[in-house]
């Protein structure tokens, strides 16, 4: 081997270590996060002669950001009343929540429907079953 073919050998290495060096790798990893729950245990309205008060229970909770009241005229356009942020984000039992509001949106013996949004840590949407008072 003279001379010459040694030192194009060696620059030959040299540059392919230099190239798979300069090569970047890269790994996509996906976190999948856990799911939420929420088991309702009840969920009730009870309308006195000032008040309508909205009562639900939960049986447990696991991941649970907050619940959104919502209320509507005719079961369809529900709209944001109210805001409960005490729910549990770690895994925890059941608990008692309760809103109130004023009777006087029951109007002329026409019903009014409630429904809970609840949204967990990652900003996923459920909802509850829907109640009615008259």
């Known amino acids: 081997m003279n001379f010459f073919t040694s030192i194009a050998k060696k620059s030959f290495t040299v540059l392919i270590v230099t190239l798979f060096s300069a090569m970047s790798v890269s790994a996509s990893i996906t976190v999948v996060p856990e799911p939420s729950s929420v088991v309702y245990q009840s969920i009730t309205v009870t309308k006195t002669?000032?008040?309508?008060?909205?009562?639900?229970?939960?049986?447990?909770?696991?991941?649970?950001g907050y619940f959104e009241v919502e209320r509507s005229a005719n079961m369809t356009d529900f709209k944001t009343i109210a805001l409960v942020l005490d729910g549990f984000?770690?895994?925890g039992t059941g608990k008692k929540y309760a809103f109130k509001e004023d009777a006087s949106v029951v109007k002329n013996g026409k019903p009014v429907y409630y429904r809970l949004k609840q949204f967990d840590e990652y900003g996923n949407i459920s909802y509850s079953t829907v109640v009615k008072a008259q």
């Open 89 to 91: 984000a770690t895994e």
């Open 49 to 64: 002669e000032k008040s309508l008060i909205l009562d639900w229970n939960t049986a447990s909770e696991y991941r649970n």
